[in-house]
């Protein structure tokens, strides 16, 4: 019997042991079998995650970021031992001390899951199989990706440290809302940095990992909040807290973003502009847009935030300007259904959903929640309510008329019930008193008129402000350097450049007289804006008054491809067409290569590239990109003598004559002073031109001080005429000027650096004859010339690019501009005094000059 009892247990002892021995070989071979061709977990230790690009004003703020997955990478040094501990508690109470795998782990999270009847379930995978998983595998449920995630944890656990393996988990794993890694959701979430994060907050975003949408803060509080409790008991059950701790912040409401309890950091940022788009665009250029968007790239951003305000408000006014000139109310087209429209907290609801462009400082969009006999009752996003409500007055509304229905505009508004109906999303403005206080409520709607503003440093190239349209919310497209349009007149300057260094000078007479020109088109008859003609004219007085004809005789003189060469060579075009008719403007540009092409002027010749950009690093702090490539001798120094300052050693390339450059910027002067926009009236020196294309379809004014170079343009998306009373001056002038007051607050600015080699002489700027040094009166001009230039004065020196002059051509008086003028009294080259008739013509011309 004993004999039998040992060989049954004996029988049943080598059954187990074979067993074992069998099951053990055969999960050896599967184990086998699957660590074969698995991905390489060593490429795990240069891990480099997507993580947000972000851009920074001059003073360090950021203004703007860009991400696919909205990630900010945090070493894990930097990473605050609570948040450690909270996750680590949460998804896996051994991960110090297993080999990757945890069977005790697993047995336990099993029996926790029978024991609490499924309440309790929490994963039974490691933190570093989830890294494997997350990183080398797919996420499918099979025994097979579980095998080789096991193998691979316990690979990696031999070639990382377990820090850094939890590095990889914090910052890759997904807790919703778009936000990948804990330092993301800690903003996303709380607004917070992770170090400052309570307990229980850093109990919640542990929480997230295994399902982020179940455990929403808002849609599903009461659950969130019963896994924050469990995972805050784990925290006490692995001495990470204590339970006091633990029950004060299970007392805590969970306050979130997502509740309203604390602002968005995207609230914090200002609105998206045209500026941080442009920079997405040409960096993703540069650099690709996946490392843009992935890459964590530090970018430097050459903004003035309080220019760039100014740029927008400035253009926005001119645009508005002449939008509500034309009298048409079109609205947003937007309506919100009478049954939203019932109580305050269903209209506010109904409104915040609608897209309607919130970037224009000091509107807000409002619906119509009741027509009365003469205003309109309306609520407004962001505004509470009163007593009285608020309303849109009668007053308000009597510059407009409605488009119908047929296309036919309506009779002009005596009631607000004539333009709106109840249900209109519209967008509206405070109206203040002279004094500052509230006067009504006004009706405001997006221009259909667009255009553009741009300024930049004349010296580094920083483009300090940049406005692509009226809202880059209603229209993502950038008119600054996307839209190509005709610059008209404001191209001038260019011809006369090439002039002044083909041997012209300020004083040189041009012939301003009818052209035909034969082309394969036809027959070409240019003419002044004035539809006059005004016989020899001094060069200067070309540009001031933008003379069409004389510019397009010196381009014949000079040649067609001598000015293209010049275009180019300033980045206007990158390849001019040698039309005669290109030589007024006709070929199309962009308003950001036109201010770049100034500024070398204003900087007295030397090239200058625009960039919106100062600096880019890479998510290591390296820098890739650097614009400014200027040596500084001293600034490594550790010490300067007293009164020295470290030197700047610039190389760049020069591209037009420093005596032609002031030349020219002395006439662009007078295009101010008393040209084609002599209404600017600015506190500094100013030069620039205006520009209006044929049909006054784009107006331009481009401009600058000593350092700042500013432009504008306005027109139609779809090019049509902005009316026989539109041009350059009258329309993008203001705008200009505007800007350039706050620029000029803070930038400051100087009279025009007079460069070296040169003399001035006092000339009659009507005849171009030479004064004596003590002439004065609005006819003298004091022009700088070459030394060793021997300039011919007065009708000596006739250009006519040959054409021929016509003969008794009538001739407007001697000083007369565009618009018209009399007889005066002026200074002659003998230093007499004479009064000229209002009238001449050719017959009265003789050597001396016209008088």
């Known amino acids: 019997m004993v004999r039998f009892v040992g060989s049954f247990f004996g029988g049943i002892f080598t059954a187990i042991t074979l067993g074992l021995l069998f099951g053990a070989l055969s999960i050896g071979a599967i184990f086998y079998m699957y660590s ?21 004003s001059g003073e360090g703020r950021i203004i703007d970021e860009f ?4 990630r900010l990478f945090v070493p894990i040094e930097d990473v605050p031992e609570l948040v450690k501990q909270a996750f680590v508690a949460a998804e896996d109470q051994n991960f110090y001390t297993h080999k990757g795998y945890d069977p005790r782990g697993m047995l336990a999270a099993f029996i926790d899951a029978v024991k609490s009847r499924g309440q309790n379930v929490r994963g039974a995978s490691t933190i570093t199989q989830q890294v494997m998983k997350n990183f080398l595998l797919s996420s499918d449920r099979t025994g097979e990706r579980k095998i080789k995630e096991i193998i691979l944890a316990s690979r990696i656990e031999k070639t990382l440290s377990k820090d850094k393996i939890l590095e990889l988990y914090l910052n890759e794993i997904f807790l919703g809302q778009n936000s990948f890694g804990v330092a993301a959701a800690a903003q996303t979430y709380f607004n917070k940095a992770l170090v400052e994060l309570t307990p229980g907050e850093a109990a919640y975003l542990a929480t997230l990992p295994k399902a982020p949408s179940d455990l929403h803060p808002v849609r599903n509080k009461d659950r969130a909040l019963e896994r924050r409790a469990y995972v805050l008991n784990r925290m006490v059950e692995d001495g990470y807290i204590t339970r006091e701790v633990a029950e004060a912040e299970k007392a805590q409401p969970l306050k979130t973003v997502q509740n309203g309890d604390y602002p968005a950091f995207r609230s914090a940022l200002p609105p998206r502009d045209y500026f941080t788009d442009e920079i997405r665009r040409q960096l993703s250029g540069s650099f690709g847009e996946e490392e843009f968007f992935t890459g964590g790239l530090t970018i430097r951003a050459t903004v003035d935030p309080e220019l760039q305000s100014a740029a927008a408000r400035a253009l926005q006014q001119g645009l508005e300007r002449y939008d509500r000139g034309r009298g048409v109310w079109r609205g947003t087209g937007k309506t919100i259904p009478a049954d939203q429209l019932s109580g305050e907290a269903t209209w506010r609801e109904a409104l915040a959903s609608v897209e309607v462009p919130r970037d224009v400082e000091g509107w807000y969009p409002a619906v119509v929640l009741e027509l009365g006999e003469n205003a309109a009752r309306i609520g407004i996003e962001g505004v509470e309510e009163d007593a009285d409500g608020h309303f849109i007055p009668a007053e308000d509304v009597t510059w407009a008329r409605k488009r119908l229905a047929d296309g036919k505009l309506g009779r002009k508004a005596t009631r607000a019930a004539d333009l709106v109906e109840v249900g209109d999303v519209v967008l509206v403005r405070a109206v203040t008193n002279e004094d500052g206080s509230f006067k009504r409520w006004s009706l405001r709607q997006v221009p259909e008129v667009q255009g553009a503003f741009m300024a930049m440093d004349v010296n580094s190239g920083r483009v300090l402000a940049m406005q692509g349209g009226f809202s880059y919310q209603a229209s993502v497209f950038n008119r600054t350097t996307q839209a190509t349009r005709q610059p008209g007149s404001s191209f001038k300057p260019f011809v006369y450049a090439a002039a002044l260094d083909s041997g012209f000078t300020p004083a040189t007479i041009v012939v301003d007289a009818p052209i035909e020109v034969n082309t394969p088109q036809g027959l070409w008859r240019p003419k002044n804006a004035s539809n006059k003609f005004y016989g020899p004219t001094p060069l200067r007085t070309g540009i001031e008054q933008s003379r069409n004809l004389m510019t397009v005789r010196i381009a014949e003189e000079i040649g067609m491809e001598t000015v293209a060469g010049y275009a180019e060579r300033f980045g206007v075009y990158d390849r001019m067409k040698p039309f005669l008719a290109n030589s007024l403007g ?9 201010v770049a092409a100034y500024a070398m002027f204003a900087n007295g010749g030397e090239r200058v590239e625009p960039t919106l950009v100062d600096r880019v690093q890479d998510r290591f702090g390296k820098t890739i990109y650097r614009h400014d490539q200027r040596q500084c001798q001293e600034c490594t120094a550790p010490t300067l003598a007293r009164g020295e300052a470290p030197r700047i050693v610039s190389n760049r390339e020069r591209v037009m004559d420093a ?19 002599r209404g600017i009236n600015l506190p500094v020196p100013i030069a620039g031109k205006t520009g ?27 090019p049509r005429t902005l009316g026989s009373s539109a041009s350059g001056g009258g329309f993008c002038g203001p705008v200009f000027e505007n800007f350039m007051k706050t620029a000029i607050r803070k930038y400051g600015g100087s009279k025009f650096r007079v460069p070296p080699g040169g003399y001035f002489v006092k000339i009659d700027r009507f005849t171009g004859a030479r004064l004596p040094d003590n002439a004065s009166g ?9 030394e060793g230039e021997d300039p011919i004065f007065g009708i000596g020196a006739l250009v006519d690019g040959g ?22 009294a002026v200074t002659t080259a003998t230093g007499k005094t004479k009064v000229i008739p209002k009238k001449a013509d050719f017959g009265t011309l003789s050597s001396g000059g016209l008088y």
């Open 67 to 70: 991400a696919q997955e909205r």
């Open 692 to 718: 209006t294309t044929n049909d006054a379809k784009d107006v331009w004014f481009i401009g600058y001080s000593s350092n700042i170079a500013a432009g504008c343009y306005i027109g139609y998306d779809q």
């Open 778 to 786: 609005p006819n003298v001009v004091a022009e700088y010339f070459r």
């Open 586 to 594: 006709s070929q199309e540009s962009t308003l950001f290569k036109m």
């Open 803 to 824: 054409f021929a002059m016509g003969a008794n051509l009538p001739l407007f008086a001697y000083g007369e501009t565009e618009g018209g003028g009399a007889a005066q």
């Open 36 to 56: 074969h061709d698995l991905p390489s977990h060593e490429s795990l230790s240069q891990y480099a995650p997507p993580t947000i690009s972000r851009i920074y």
């Open 659 to 677: 005596i032609t450059a002031y030349q020219l910027t002395s006439m662009m002067e007078g295009v101010i002073e008393r040209g084609t926009a």
